[in-house]
């Protein structure tokens, strides 16, 4: 079996959707997912989206996403990021997403190392809001075919030029050849022990780079979340968004006493939280909110009240076991400001990708935009793209038979796991390969 498409986009979170939203509609896209569309981490995002206040803001917001990313950050990424991120919110809102508002403006959240609250946000589910605001509208375009549960597996290249995907449904194998690929296929906490991110996403994109000699960039970079709710249990681990600290909770240890100021860069406080386990000998330490009015906790983070409870512990008066764990993949698939990876007619967007926007650590609620800011940008490049190449297909073929797919996703996994060991990735005892 074999199709065609003018545009294959490999993931259906905000990236892929958004992409797939700014191309015209006279383009064939066939959209590929390994789960539901739903099961992405974009659907997982609590806290917010950051956004330029206003003018003089840009001096603030470009100086926080450097300090976060220890000035190892492609200067030319952010300040596109943040000159577009006022259009991208428009864009949103013109799409149906809703923010907290404060009367007719915007209501503003901080997190750790804004130096202010520039941080838009719906509830505390402001990632499903989007997410679910973007799929409506790709499920209305009669030119946008989604199909659920099939896993790329490979890319058709010839010449260093990208022509389709290589990919598995069930126990089929079959292509799709393509004017142009879009990886949109999320992070890597699949690989890990403890994630914050679905299982599901396990770097796929970035092992096809390997076998195919696509360029890769910072894959050391691997972020860390401070807090994510202590449990024994085994699957996801809960976020506990930085927003909570943001709006007041504190870090206590066994004692009872603050040891860190809680809105520090991530990595700054992920350290001093894995200090302080080391020093009281406990797998936690503890966030507390009980200086917070309940009503206030239940109305700012209702979801994240509600998940507590279900685990036994009320946020208003309880004391919350917390643990750092990944979160976030700063590294990916090097691409440059408009999505465009080393390999002729392949972009990547989103968080498999990396144009060095981030640096080494990724400022809280940078993700998102920046996935909207370049898969928007992608879209516009990849139509040029199109339209001068009059839509030929090189027409690629592979032999389906070469693909032992049980053998493939350890493959896969190794892959990536030997590439991110190259570096120094931190915090060694979180990254224990599951394959
Ligand atoms: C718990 C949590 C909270 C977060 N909170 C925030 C926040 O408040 N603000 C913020 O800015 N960021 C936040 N982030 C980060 C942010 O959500 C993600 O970086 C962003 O949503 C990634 O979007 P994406 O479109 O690149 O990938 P995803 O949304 O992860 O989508 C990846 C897609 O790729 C598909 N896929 C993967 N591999 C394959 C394959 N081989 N074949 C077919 N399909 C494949 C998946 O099925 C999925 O559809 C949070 C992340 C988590 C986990």
Known sequence: MSKEADVVIVGTGVAGLFCA?????????????????EDSDSFLAQGGISVLKDQNDYETYFEDTLRAGRYKNNKESVEVLIRSSRSIIEDLVGLGVNFEREGTDFSYTREGAHSINRILYYKDVTGKEITEKLLEQVKKKSNITILPFVTMIDILEKDNTCTGVVLKDGDTIYNIASGAVVWATGGIGGLFEHSTNMKHLTGDAIAIAIKHNVKLLDMNYVQIHPTTLYTKGEGRSFLISESVRGEGAIL?????????????????VSTAIFEQMKKDDRDYVYLSLRHIPKDKIQERFPNIYEKCLEEGYDLATDLLPVTPAQHYFMGGVQINIDGETSMKNLFAVGETSCNGVHGANRLASNSLLEALVFSKRAANVID????????????????????NTEQLEKEYHKLVWDELNKGSVEYGRLCKHEG
Do not use: A, W
Request: net charge positive; hydrophobic share 30%; proline share 6%.
């Open 21 to 37: 939203l700014n191309l015209p509609e006279h383009y064939k896209i066939i959209m590929i997912t390994k789960k539901q569309p």
């Open 252 to 268: 206590l240890n066994k004692e009872g006493q603050r040891f860190v100021d809680e809105l520090l860069p991530r990595d700054v």
């Open 384 to 403: 040029e793209n199109l339209k001068s190449m009059g839509l030929q297909n090189i027409g690629t073929t592979v032999n389906n038979n070469q693909y």
